[in-house]
């Protein structure tokens, strides 16, 4: 029998219920992301976004057959712990700089009892040692900082200083360790800023990988695209043609509701599929 704490508002929660056991500390919330899976955030620090959710429904939707997954500058495992829900069969391996935001992201793989498959690194996503043991991988996400070095004021919280702002690196630094962990047939699978989607090509281009396919989000109606998912391959296994650069995604119509896609987008990943909170 289904327990009534699945249902909110008439719609079930899909997928395992989490063991649970860990409580948040003092100035951490514990927030529902996929299913009923959660994660420990910082209150008043780095949270997970739109972003990083779009990152880890379009990396399956690109990989939907993965073993061996790998998240770049994972921060507090979000996209890491989406792709790992979607794809139940999946080891997970993350690397991450921060200490705090690694922290959080094994409090958060325990939570959800899936601690035994996902491997939590701290370290430079840059040092080729730290998943030299473990490549190669079928699928390698990554949410690079976006912003240059002087070009954005740093956010107040220090732990969203470097998710934001190119501190250690750029998009060409994950590009780069892809490209080095990549299994053949394998896909790289990361969200870009559209205004600065030159540089991702261009990372891409320096690393021999090849874009195969590629989608703009637009966060409302009538409004330009502010981000872009890009999905690339090693070049050599790529045929020599052009990516498949699909429609945009719209999150919200003009009257700020949902859009029919994002509303089946969400059900993808375990949330409510119109305006209501996942809560």
């Known amino acids: 029998m289904t327990s009534p704490a699945r249902f909110y508002r008439g719609w ?11 409580e948040p500390d003092e100035g951490e919330t514990l927030d529902y992301i996929c299913g009923d899976f959660r994660i420990f955030q910082y209150a008043n620090g780095h949270r997970y976004s ?10 399956t939707v690109c990989a939907p057959r993965v073993d061996r997954a790998a ?6 495992g979000s996209v890491a712990l989406i792709v790992a829900w979607r794809l139940p069969g999946a080891r997970m391996f993350t690397v991450e700089a921060q200490s705090i935001s690694a922290r959080l992201a094994r409090k958060t793989m325990q939570y ?13 996503l840059r040092d080729g040692s730290i998943l030299a043991n473990d490549a190669p991988f079928d699928l390698v996400t990554g949410s690079p900082p976006y912003f240059p070095p002087g070009t954005a004021a740093h956010p107040a919280h220090p732990q969203a200083v470097p998710a934001r702002n190119e501190v250690r690196g750029s998009v060409a630094g994950y590009a780069a360790t892809a490209a080095k962990i990549l299994a053949p047939g394998g896909v790289f699978v990361f969200v870009f800023p559209t205004l600065q989607a030159d540089r991702a090509m261009e990372a891409l281009t320096a690393n021999d990988l090849a874009l195969l396919r590629r989608r703009d989000v637009v966060f409302k109606e009538g409004r330009e695209p502010l981000i872009s998912l890009f999905c690339a391959m090693h070049r050599d ?26 509303a089946a987008v969400r059900m993808s990943f375990g949330f409510p599929p119109g305006d209501v909170a996942g809560e």
């Open 112 to 124: 959800n009892g899936i601690n035994e498959r996902v491997t939590i690194y701290e370290g430079d």
């Open 12 to 22: 079930r929660r899909p997928g395992p219920v989490p063991p649970g056991g860990v």
């Open 50 to 59: 739109t972003d990083d959710v779009l990152t880890a429904w379009y990396a």
């Open 71 to 76: 998240d770049l500058g994972s921060g507090i």
């Open 237 to 262: 296994d790529f045929p020599p043609r052009a990516p498949f650069i699909e429609p945009p995604l719209t999150i919200r119509g003009a009257d700020g509701g949902v859009t029919e896609e994002y």
